[in-house]
């Protein structure tokens, strides 16, 4: 068989086909003032700084010469990939976000996107959780994503209320204990 029918693995591939985190199938993407911050200085960082330091080196180890055993070459160019395919996914997923600031609901008692929701777990765990987007959450944190099932079950909930949490063992009785938001921010 001819080679020019065949593919080979080639290491400079590049892993535009790998999925991004799901969205729900609303395709909704809501984040908070803050996480919406993050991510377009994580973006700004990538283009204005990391970016042109790879650029650099790569610039640099092509000048050297044979480029096919040149780590800083190929390394080089591997990362560039790594950081071009994160500013992708950021470009789209701040392009599709839906900012919204949970400080409106300050004082409030229900539960919706933003709160700070402390929950006691079947009459003997208390736990403390902050909704968040699903691009912000970050879970050491005590942070879950809004689409997450604990989440799901918060929801339109009120201080005082007491659900039935799905977990794979069956269910799991919890109840609101607090629910609080922060301040508003005051220009």
Known sequence: MSKAFTRELDVTDDDDDL???S?????????????????RHELLDLIDVERPKIVDVVHWAASNGDRSENGD??????????????????TKRMEIA??????VHHGNDQIFFGATVTYLEAGQVERTISIRGVDEA?????????????????????????????VPTGSVEIEVLDVSYPLPIKY
Do not use: C, H
Not at 73 to 90: A, H, P, S, T, V
């Open 19 to 21: 999925p991004m985190p």
């Open 138 to 166: 970050i879970s050491a944190r005590g942070e879950v994503s809004w689409v997450s099932p604990i989440a799901r079950t918060l929801l339109k909930a009120r201080q005082g209320d007491i659900l039935k949490l799905m």
């Open 98 to 103: 839906e900012v919204m600031d949970p400080s």
């Open 23 to 39: 969205l729900p199938v609303s395709g909704k993407n809501y984040m908070t003032p803050d996480g919406y911050a993050q991510m």
């Open 73 to 90: 070459y190929l390394y080089g160019k591997k990362r560039l990939r790594e950081i071009d395919r994160r500013i992708r996914f950021l």
